[in-house]
């Protein structure tokens, strides 16, 4: 889950960014994919916005969700009896990618839209054919990633070692 939410920062979208990692079923990671414009279509010259009287000028008709890309990005095969991870549970949509593509267990961390019929679509499809779902409960709520740390490591272990020099000498 951490990966998934690793990969939604690369998105541009301003409000909710979402992140999908899917394994395998020895937990390899074969799909990773976050949301975002087409390929070819220009982040900066795409609309973000979803509140507009002109749905054109929205970003729901042109986004390719996370789950979509995590399936299309997969570096196997198949994704056939895989365990997706996503930030966001999968809208009727990308449930749709999920039950065609032979995943068979979604893991969610938040399902913030549940009373959206979007959902309730996807969760009914999701159910007719037998894909398991289940929120991920973090033991931590935050991961720090400290660039720093690999070198500020290294440090402490010359340290260590020349202390141990002195000593045996
Ligand atoms: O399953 C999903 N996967 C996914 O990648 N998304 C993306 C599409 C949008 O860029 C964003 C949702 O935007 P908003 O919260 O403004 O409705 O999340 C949204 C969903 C669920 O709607
Ligand atoms: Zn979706």
Request: a neutral charge.
């Amino acid at each position: 889950m951490a990966t998934a939410f690793l990969s939604a920062q690369r998105s541009k979208d301003p409000r909710t960014q979402v992140g999908a990692c899917i394994v395998n079923e020895e937990n390899k990671i074969v799909g990773i994919g976050y949301n975002g414009m087409p390929v070819g279509c220009h982040d900066d010259e795409m609309p973000w916005g979803r509140d507009s009287d002109n749905i054109l000028e929205t970003k729901q008709l042109y986004v390719c969700h996370a789950e979509l890309n995590a399936v299309l990005n997969k570096n196997s095969a198949d994704v056939k009896n895989c365990t997706i991870y996503v930030a966001l549970f999968p809208c009727n949509e990308c449930a749709k990618v999920v039950i065609q593509s032979g995943i068979k267990e979604v893991v969610y961390y938040s399902d913030k839209y549940k009373d959206k019929p979007e959902f309730v679509a996807s969760k009914k499809m999701l159910d007719m054919a037998g894909v398991k779902y289940r929120q991920h409960i973090p033991k931590q709520k935050q991961i720090l990633i400290d660039f720093t740390a690999i070198d500020a490591m290294t440090g402490t272990n010359v340290k260590e070692v020349l202390k141990a020099d002195q000593t045996s000498f």
